[in-house]
């Protein structure tokens, strides 16, 4: 019996050490399997290629790239051009409109000019000194309106005649003066500028 129980425990033992031998030889075999599948995963990585690095532009790449920045350039220039044309534009339909206003303004207030005047001419000989003040004062107040807006008579006595500003109405003779000059004016004529709002009437020596 002893030696039933003397053998069965050596058969035991011989089972644990093949049980175990066995086991080591899975685990050998396992690791040996990693090693095979990251030695195989190894070349693969290498093998992949590197991200492509941006080519160098080529001569006819850099010209065309020159060619549209000038295209621009003159687009840019004419488009400026244009903005500034139409801003003159503008300023000088303004300017227009706003010496228009002044033309017609004058055209009004013209007559008014000549009757003050007259008024004043008058009045010298009055013996009421305040309406001789009263009158002169408005005359000089609508004088100095004119001026600020540019209105300046036209009143060239002895001046040689000028068809643009003046209008002969009557012609005199040769003791009134030299010859083609204006010897007599009677109505003063007015311009704003260079326009003329309404020329003078005049009385011209003959030539």
Known sequence: MFRQRTKKGSDMSRMDKKEKKQMEMEQQAREEAL???????????????Q?????APT??????AKAQAAEYL???????????NFRRRN???RA???????????????????NLERAVDAAKDSPDAQLREGVGLVLRQLSEVFQKQGITPIDRLGEKFDPNLENALMQGTAEDGEPGTVCQ?????YQLGKYVLRHAMVKVVPD
């Open 91 to 93: 300023e000088s339909v």
């Open 185 to 189: 004016v009677f109505q003063k004529g």
């Open 96 to 114: 227009d409109a706003y010496n228009e206003g002044i033309r017609s303004l004058a055209a009004v207030l013209l007559p008014v000019m000549d």
């Open 59 to 64: 001569q006819e790449e850099l010209d065309a």
């Open 51 to 55: 991200e492509a690095q941006p080519a």
């Open 35 to 49: 090693e095979e599948e990251l030695e195989a995963e190894l070349p693969v990585q290498e093998a992949q290629p």
């Open 74 to 84: 003159t687009l840019a220039q004419r488009v400026q051009a244009d903005f500034d």
